[in-house]
C-alpha cells in the first residue's frame, strides 16, 4: 500500500491516506507528479488542504514518514517533524537537537529508574530518580522521587 500526506498551503501535514500499489503504478508510479495528481483527483481536499505528496511508511523516502504536523519541505524533497520545543534548531541531519545535548548518564546508582525530560523555561535536562524500594502499594506509599538537573560542563546530574 502506498501512503500519502495532504498538505496545507504552508505544507504542513493535515492526514495520511492509503491508495493502492496497483493505482499508483498506473498512474506515474512511486514519488511522481502523475500519481499525486491522480491521489487529488480520487480523494478530495479537507478544508485547509491544497497537495499530496507520497510518504514512506517505513521512511525509505523523503526522510520520513509525514505525521500529522510534519512539514513538507520541497526544496530538501523530505518531510521534517514538528519542532519539539521553542529553543531546538534543525542539525544537518534535519532531526531536532536541544540546545544542551541529551545527557550522557541515563541510569544512576541505586536506583530503579531515571526519567529524562526536557525544561523548556531553564533549557536544561531535568531528570527524576526513582526508588521502587520504598514503594508499598498495599499501605499507599509511592516510591521515593529524587529530583536531579543536568551540568552540562561536568557532564553529571545534580540533586536539586
Known sequence: ???????????VVLRV????????D????DYSTEAETFVS???PHSDNGVAWKQTSY????????????CTYDSTKDKFISPQPQPSWSLDENDDWQAPVPYPTITELDGYDGLVISWDED???????AYDDSTWNPE?????????????????????V
Open 139 to 159: 499501605e499507599g506509599t509511592p516510591p521515593t522521587i529524587t529530583d536531579y538537573t543536568w551540568d552540562k560542563v561536568n557532564l553529571t546530574w545534580n540533586e
Open 58 to 69: 517505513n521512511g525509505n523516502a523523503r526522510k520520513q514518514y509525514a505525521g500529522i504536523g
Open 26 to 29: 498506473a498512474n506515474g508510479g
Open 41 to 43: 483527483g480520487l480523494v
Open 17 to 24: 491516506v492509503v491508495i493502492s500499489n496497483e493505482d499508483v
Open 122 to 128: 531553564n533549557l536544561t535536562w531535568i531528570g527524576q
Open 1 to 11: 500500500m502506498a501512503h500519502f500526506a495532504e498538505l496545507d498551503s504552508s505544507n
